[in-house]
Every structure is written in structure tokens, then in C-alpha cells.
């Protein structure tokens, strides 16, 4: 197997490359792949957050990215040592189309062992993802405690659903409808998640830089945008700013 950290080291273009880093990385990402992307190039994004799509399609254009989200618990014990369990990959198409490329994409992961499923609304299951990243990785991180603890405390339990009702209302301005049976999936999928520390957490327990912008800061640009109350929010984000800035 052959490892860089630059794409241009490889001398055969990708068909397929997977991007897994962290949001605050995109565009760094994006000068590094543009040497690399060929006319036979899919670019599969499984990072967290909405803002990364839309700046991979500008870099690379619709026909070139494939959007996607991934679920996995995972933690780096040591350097070169990760403890994870099973995962599984979403992916689509913008409409509730089995293309060729979501086919070959979805026969790849399969001959990796890999649970793919394709989405017939990829745009709400994104959404879905990230209502849940930006409520359990948030509160999670605030508080410094696993996901089981919230459903520990009936106060917290009330936070995680005041922030999706806000989540919930910047989502329609953006053609999304997180409605109550979207809310019972989130939660439920939380709750059985189990005691896990979330990514965020893990970066703030180990000093490293925490991707609250890929999340709350996000959720805060488009209810600006579309002048949307998200008072509680906004006060998670400054407590976060100031976390970082200590």
C-alpha cells in the first residue's frame, strides 16, 4: 500500500477518492486534489457539516462530487491505534436517482464489507446528521460528559430538544422539513449509541482543535442569513469560543 500526504506523489489519477477530514481542512484539501481530479474522478464527501458540499461542487462541479454522510464510533487510543465499531455509509444523488456512479460507488463498499445505503432524500438524511452532530456533539462537549449521561439529566434531555426545534426551523428555510418522527429518530439513535464520547469531546480532552463551525457556527451563518431566532445556539456557540480561546 502506497501512503502520502500529498496526491500528487500518486502517478495514476483517482476514480474514487473518499474525503474524511475534518470541515476546517476543506479547502486546504480542495488546492491539494486539484492537480489529481480527472474527467473519471468521483470525489465521495463523508465529512461532517452542509458547507463542505457546496465548496467541493464550486472546486469540481456537480458531476465530480458525490454527496454522503457516515456513522461510526471511533477513537484514537494511541497514535496509530483506533478502537471502532460498526459503521455504515449514506450516499445519493441531489434527486431519487440510482445513477451509474451511486451503483459502482455502492458495489465498492459492499466488496469492502462496508454497509452502504443509498438515500432516496440525501439532503434530509445530510440534515439529519447534522441536527445530531450539533446537539450530542455540542452539548456532549460543553459538558464533558458520554452521550448516556445526557439521558441521565431530564434538564439536558430538555436542552438537546430545544436545540433541534431551532435546528428544526433553520433546516425548512432550506427546503428541509425535520419533523417529529425526524426528532424520535435522532434521539432514539443517540440514546442507543450508548456511553460514547463524541469527536468533538474527544478534541477538546486532548487540547485539539474542535470543529463547532463545521456545526453550531453553520447553523448560526444561515439563521443570520434568513433572520431565524436561535438564541440557544448562539449561546452554546460563545461558550465554545471561549473554550477554545482557553
Known amino acids: 500500500m502506497n501512503v502520502s500526504d500529498n496526491p500528487s506523489d500518486f502517478k495514476r489519477k483517482p476514480n474514487l477518492i473518499l474525503l474524511t477530514l475534518k470541515s476546517f481542512d476543506t479547502d486546504l484539501a480542495i488546492k ?40 461510526i464510533n471511533a477513537e484514537i487510543l494511541n497514535p496509530g491505534v483506533i478502537r471502532c465499531g460498526p459503521g455504515y455509509i449514506f450516499i445519493g444523488e441531489n434527486i431519487d436517482d440510482r445513477s451509474e456512479r451511486i451503483k459502482w460507488i455502492q458495489s465498492l463498499l459492499k466488496k469492502s464489507k462496508i454497509k452502504c445505503t443509498v438515500s432516496k432524500n440525501i439532503k434530509k438524511d445530510v440534515w439529519r446528521k447534522y441536527a445530531w452532530n ?83 457556527g453553520a447553523l448560526i451563518r444561515l439563521a443570520d442569513k434568513h433572520k431565524i431566532h436561535v438564541p440557544i445556539n448562539r449561546s452554546l456557540y460563545e461558550q465554545l469560543k471561549q473554550l477554545e480561546n482557553q
Do not use: W
Open 32 to 71: 491539494k486534489l486539484k492537480s489529481v481530479v480527472s474527467k473519471n474522478t468521483q470525489i465521495l464527501s463523508l465529512q461532517n457539516g452542509i458547507e463542505n458540499y457546496p465548496k467541493l461542487i464550486n472546486a469540481f462541479g456537480e458531476e465530480r462530487v458525490v454527496r454522503a454522510f457516515c456513522g
Open 134 to 216: 450539533c446537539i450530542f456533539n455540542i452539548v456532549t462537549t460543553i459538558e464533558q460528559i458520554t452521550i448516556s449521561k445526557i439521558f441521565d439529566d431530564p434538564e439536558k434531555i430538555q436542552l438537546c430538544k430545544d436545540l433541534f426545534r431551532e435546528i428544526a426551523h433553520v433546516a425548512k428555510s432550506q427546503g428541509v422539513l425535520l419533523g417529529d418522527d425526524m426528532e424520535k429518530l435522532i434521539f432514539d439513535s443517540a440514546k442507543n449509541s450508548g456511553n460514547i464520547k463524541t469527536s468533538t469531546l474527544q478534541d477538546r480532552l486532548k487540547g485539539k482543535r474542535m470543529e463547532y463551525e463545521a456545526f453550531t
